[in-house]
């Protein structure tokens, strides 16, 4: 490990942990720009493959050598376009290696990229493509091209950029390109060295907006690059270790954390929601970036099959199953990692040794039967998962535990680049988001006053260090709210810190419900609480300015269908909406229906740590359609927008609470 790399600036202060966790890793502290990083990687890693995509028709596999040509290829064929140093290109496209190839091209040519996804809402695209003054567009395809086509003759828009290679129309005033052809142009020109440093602007991510219109978040080359610098702590991957991709690219989060891993060598194989399950079973990933949504339906799939296994079965499962959680929670006090008890006297030490050690048989043997035979539908070789973009529910994170699946939570927004926290292999403390950082600071204030509290108390989170953002692009107003003259940027969030310097979130600020009797309500810790239920697939509380909580419950209608078929419930009355999606016909308004759940909430609100008469959850209602992108209901990352579901359901709810 080079001198320089200790020395850097993000990783100041490091500790002998992070110091030997770093060593082996791939060294970029000499790096001044993001682009900087591919003629070195493909120096480092040359003919091992970077980006595979086994969905594309054809297969796409490119080693680390071809990428860096073809990124260099796409910035030369940008510079033949006339784009200079600074343009702001719009990005407006979704995951595959020409994907990385677009964004980082943009990059080497010296332009600044304003990204989204195809699928978002034609107008937002239209406000990203002009606040960013971007002056050329890429775009997916030709579907993309032509929701966007009708307004862009109103934009300085120079060329567009068709990522799919469709036949282009003709008769067009737009100048339009295929990829092939701007790389057959960059590949009759030089490509012309760009000097861009630290402090130059990399891109621009808008948030979701929601409240009134996207903002530009501005991160630079710094911002950036302080992540390839400093995750190495968190994450230590080898050359060649698979990593599967499946969220967002263009998202903050799948971004720096590819950049991260393709910096480290690993090959990178795409995958979506359908074909997941295949995948991980076919390429056995190593590591896998993926947000709590994710996690669980890979918990609730298994949940799915252990209830279609014979009732002997089905009670060997739950008996391991109860075995490894007496295990792991034992486990935690013995290595004082344990959050409701972080510093166990001698005697609960003594108490939980004599657990493990009592449980150990048990445990190993359930390792062998229930386990390994659940890991496998990982792929078995995975190091490590990596959770972020938003809470991870306790009973997912025990259940990753007893497989022995290590799930490394992180934290941090799109303003922050987005990694400040994360948990390590070495202190993994479960309903923890970690440790910050390298070169990253947190303070938790009162949220009204701004005065620092003591370490244990709850408050808002602030943040700083080098990857907080440059600001909001042309909001100087927004900027100045976020971000204090002394560099503390505003989570929004809600959380303590531990003596061990450990961020505990507690929920957000904004999604704070206060009850008339004056009670504050967090609905994330209650919302993953209900999720433990197999008859719950979603849900999202709601009672501001109400005497209880009230939830919207999506219910897992299989589990119910089977629930019903093994006779506890006579089926003759007919839903349209349900027989839609499944084969019994359940009233969700009938009184055993509303019994059940309620049974449900009670129990696992109940058995909930720190429980209070506060948290019961009173009227509730069951809906049939499920929060997701596609209705607007669920950001990108999987978290439910609660203002777009508050309004959905602005009837419905009041009818709740008036009855």
């Not at 010296?110 to 567009?137: H, Y």
């Not at 971004?255 to 194989?269: A, D, K, N, W």
């Not at 890991?375 to 809470?391: D, F, L």
């Not at 359940?586 to 948290?615: A, C, H, T």
Request: charged share 20%.
């Amino acid at each position: 490990m080079s001198k320089t790399f200790v020395e850097n600036a993000f990783l100041a202060n490091i500790t002998a942990h992070e110091r030997e966790a770093i060593k082996n890793s791939a060294d970029y502290s000499s790096v001044e720009s993001l682009p900087e990083i591919w003629p070195l990687a493909a120096q480092k890693f040359g003919n091992i493959v970077a980006l595979r995509d086994p969905h594309a028709k054809p297969e796409v596999v490119l080693t680390y050598t071809e990428l860096c040509q073809q990124i260099q290829r796409f910035a030369a064929g940008l510079q033949a376009l006339g784009v200079q140093a600074g343009d702001r290109i719009s990005l407006i496209a979704d995951n595959s290696p020409r994907w990385l190839i677009a964004d980082q091209g943009i990059m080497t040519a010296g332009g600044v990229d304003a990204v989204r996804s195809s699928q978002a809402d034609k107008e937002e695209l239209l406000f990203i493509v002009a606040n960013s003054g971007s002056t050329a567009l890429v775009v997916e395809d030709l579907k993309t091209l032509n929701k966007l086509r009708g307004s862009l003759n109103d934009l300085p828009i120079q060329f567009v950029i068709v990522l799919s290679n469709e036949a282009l129309p003709e008769a067009e005033t737009l100048k339009l390109y295929t990829f092939s052809q701007l790389m057959e142009i960059g590949a009759q020109h030089s490509l012309q060295p760009v000097k861009r440093n630290l402090s130059d602007l990399a891109t621009l991510i808008y948030t979701s907006g929601t409240t009134g219109k996207p903002k530009g978040v501005m991160l630079t080359h710094r911002n950036l690059m302080h992540q390839i610098v400093a995750i190495p702590v968190v994450v230590q991957p080898r050359p060649g270790d698979i990593v599967l991709s499946i969220l967002p690219t263009w998202h903050s989060y799948e971004r720096s954390c590819e950049y991260f891993l393709l910096s480290q060598g690993c090959t990178q194989v795409y995958t979506n929601l359908r074909s997941i399950k295949r995948d991980l079973k076919e390429y056995q990933p190593h590591y896998m970036v993926a947000v709590p949504r994710l996690l669980e339906s890979i918990y609730e799939g298994a949940q799915k099959q252990f209830r279609e296994q014979p009732a002997s079965r089905q009670r060997l499962i739950n008996f391991f199953f109860e075995i490894g959680e007496k295990y792991i929670k034992a486990r935690r006090t013995l290595t004082g990692l344990n959050l409701e008890n972080l510093n166990p006297s001698m005697g609960d030490r003594l108490t939980a040794s004599l657990q493990v050690a009592a449980l150990s048989p048990l445990y190993a043997l359930g390792e062998k039967l229930v386990y390994s035979k659940v890991r496998e539908a990982t792929g078995g070789r995975v190091k490590q998962m990596i959770s972020g973009g938003g809470a991870l529910p306790k009973h997912v994170d025990d259940f990753f535990e007893i497989l022995g699946v290590e799930i490394l939570v992180g934290y941090g927004l799109t303003e922050t680049s987005p990694v400040t926290h994360a948990r390590r292999h070495w202190r993994n403390l479960r309903g923890a988001a970690g440790q910050p950082i390298p070169g990253t600071e947190t303070k938790i204030v009162d949220p009204e006053t701004k005065k620092e509290l003591p370490t244990g108390e709850r408050g808002l989170v602030l943040l700083r260090g080098p990857q907080i953002m440059q600001g909001y692009y042309q909001n100087p107003e927004a900027t100045a709210k976020a971000i204090d003259p002394e560099g503390w940027f505003d989570s929004g969030d809600l959380g303590w810190v531990t003596p061990q310097n450990d961020l505990i979130l507690t929920g957000r600020a904004k999604d704070t419900i206060v009850l008339t009797n004056g009670e504050n309500i967090e609905p994330q810790p209650i919302e993953d609480a209900c999720l433990r239920s197999p008859y719950i697939d979603q849900i999202m509380l709601v009672g501001q300015d109400r005497k209880s909580l009230g939830a919207l419950i999506v219910p897992n209608l299989e589990a119910l269908e089977k629930w019903a078929a093994s006779g506890n419930l006579q089926l003759t009355i007919e839903d349209e909406n349900v027989t839609a999606a499944t084969s019994q016909k359940i009233n969700l308004e009938s009184k055993i229906i509303q019994d059940l759940f309620r049974q449900e909430l009670n129990r696992e609100v109940q058995n909930r740590p720190g429980y209070r008469p506060d948290d019961r959850i009173g009227p509730f209602k069951l809906i049939l359609e499920p929060f997701s992108i596609e209705n607007g209901m669920m950001t990108q990352t999987l978290k439910i927008k609660r203002h777009v579901v508050m309004q959905h359901y602005h009837d419905i709810i009041n009818g709740m609470f008036a009855s």
